[in-house]
């Protein structure tokens, strides 16, 4: 069954915190991206990744870090989280080719 | 900056109405337009796409039309019923080496009233 697993679904941390929010697939797809999704402004994507080694910013991505050592995982990390990236997070992963991307689960994060 | 501007925000219909859904992108180096739909909970997931050398694309009750002189496309959802409800998105892929690249709009939540 194709999958896109993200970890947590929930989280509640503290302003400062370090903390990973881990994406893993399972289709063998190129293209991983993070979103984050705020009331009123949809689907804002946080950096890309084309590839094993290879990532590029979106549109939002100050106050976040990414990595791909390996095609089957995506990790979006936050060094030092502040009240302002509390929003819902969304790990996505396309095909090379295709239009059909496929969402993780979402991750409710809460800075406090 | 957002390349994909979505409107309305939000839209109510009746039962049996035909919502339609507007986008329009500024970026010509987008070779395709899908459509996503989500429900409250879930990520979203895709329901209709088309490429720019196509004028209308229909799939059951969903029908997008394209305009690529006017750079805009829009989605209509014919006798649509109360489990249409949800947000839809309108997004652009880019081509070549941004394949990857999905940029959405920022959503249109729809409420069909029974």
């Known amino acids: 069954e194709a999958q896109v697993t993200q970890n947590p679904r929930y989280l509640i941390t503290v302003t400062g915190k370090k903390l990973t929010v881990t994406c893993s697939q399972n289709m063998n797809h190129e293209y991983m991206s993070w979103y984050r999704q705020d009331p009123g402004l949809g689907l804002r994507q946080i950096y890309y990744?084309?590839?094993?080694?290879?990532?590029d910013k979106g549109d939002v991505p100050e106050g976040y870090k990414v990595s791909r050592k390996e095609k089957r995982n995506f990790p979006l990390i936050l060094e030092s989280p502040s009240p302002n990236q509390t929003s819902l997070y969304f790990c996505?992963?396309?095909?090379?080719?295709?239009?059909?991307?496929?969402f993780g689960q979402g991750t409710r994060l809460t800075v406090v | 900056q957002q390349q994909v501007k979505q409107s309305p925000q939000s839209l109510i219909v009746q039962k049996g109405g035909i919502p339609i859904i507007n986008c329009a992108y500024e970026?010509?180096?987008?070779?395709?337009f899908p459509w996503y739909q989500q429900f409250p909970g879930k990520g979203p997931a895709l329901l209709i796409a088309?490429?720019?050398?196509?004028s209308e694309k229909k799939e059951g009750r969903f029908t997008i039309s394209f305009n690529k002189s006017a750079k805009q496309f829009s989605l209509h959802i014919m006798d649509s019923q109360p489990g249409d409800s949800a947000t839809y998105f309108c997004a652009a892929r880019g081509y070549g080496g941004s394949q990857g690249n999905l940029i959405f709009g920022k959503g249109t939540k729809l409420s069909v009233k029974p």
């Open positions: 996505a992963t396309l095909s090379a080719g295709s239009t059909e991307a496929f």
């Open positions: 990744s084309m590839n094993v080694e290879v990532t």
């Open positions: 088309i490429r720019p050398d196509v």
């Open positions: 970026n010509t180096a987008f070779d395709y």
